[in-house]
Every structure is written in structure tokens, then in C-alpha cells.
């Protein structure tokens, strides 16, 4: 049974705790696809104006996520999760078009095996089908074998196989 999680929408005051659980996910992407996860110098930069962008956006999705950990004198907690999502839209020639997209999932590495992504991945669903939203997407590397593991068994069926190759010189 997972533990308990105190999960909430994130604020700018998040941001820096989000940005180490998302470096922390490029660095487990980067020990996977290691050329294809090589970072801009202002990659750190980029992804903080993109989550920013992200938390003014009634379209978009920031949530946090503590076991209940105190840290410092102001109730400030240690963020052990975060997911970033937001509500999205197919084709315009698909009956269902509305979907709700996840974009990433991190839990700090000493945090996991709590159900940390379980329950933000829960509430991201709540919030998604609140809006009506009937499908959910979230794209990750079959050779991710922990990504792998963590969709397929929040029940994520494959419906499309994307692919990357270096492009050749003919």
C-alpha cells in the first residue's frame, strides 16, 4: 500500500526543488540514451521558463509532491516529486481529441518505492477528468526499463513506437 503523499500544485517558490528532481530525471536519461540526452548549457534555465510558463497556464499542469517532511523554519518541505503535464488535444479528424498529456514524472531517488509517482500520476487523472478529459498520454523509452515497469503497470497499453537514428549522409 502506498504511503500517504501530501500532493498540491507547484508554485514559483518550488521551482528550484523542481528543477533538481528534473535533473535528477535527465541524469537517469542521460545513463539510457547518453547522445540523446546531451544538454544545451542553458538547458537548467530553459526547462525553469518552460515549468513557469507551465504554472500561469489553466491548460497546464504542475504538481508537487512531500512524504510530510519538514525542512526549515517557515513549513517549507522537501519536494521528494513532481509532475508536469497539461491538457492536450489529437487531430482534428479523431472523435476523442482531448487527451491529458504527462510530460515527466520525477521522484527523488531516496524517495522512491513510496507511491510517490503513483499518486501524482492519480491526481493528475483526477484533475484531467474533472475537465472531462477520457485518455491519458505519457510517452517514455521501452528501454527505459523503470519507466517501463512504472507505465505499464499504472496500465499504459504501447499505441504508437517512435524511433531516433543519427540521420546519414547519402
Known sequence: MPDTVAIRRATLDDL???LERWSELIAHHQSVHPDLFVLAPHARGTYGAFLRTQMANRSSLVL?????????????????????GAFGQRAPHFVERDVGMIFDVAVRPEARGHGIGQQLVAEAERIFSKRGIKWLQADYAPSNDSAARFW????????LVGGYRPVSKR
Open 152 to 159: 505499464q503497470a499504472d496500465g499504459l497499453k504501447p499505441l
Open 64 to 84: 508537487v509532491a512531500s512524504l510530510g517532511v519538514p525542512l526549515g523554519t517557515h513549513g517549507v518541505r522537501l519536494i521528494d516529486g513532481f509532475l508536469s
Open 16 to 18: 528550484p526543488q523542481i
